[in-house]
């Protein structure tokens, strides 16, 4: 039996498959240092918000857990 966890992730995997093969393939390969990730939020309605940050080497750890728990 699925537990809800991986119940929950097929289900978005189903919902938003064009954003799961984006975030497959973001972390098909390792993000390194000095990699700038953007995120740009739009609510209908309003206008857009974005943000973005410069991956630095003690983020690393933290994308590669990330990266482990797509792959499950």
Known sequence: MLNSLTRM???FLSNHPKFAFFV????????EAGTIIEITVKRPGENPITS???VTESDIELFE???DIIKK
């Open 65 to 67: 857990n990330v990266k």
């Open 52 to 54: 973005n940050m410069k």
């Open 24 to 31: 497959k393939n973001i972390f098909s390969r390792k993000i």
């Open 9 to 11: 992730k097929l289900k």
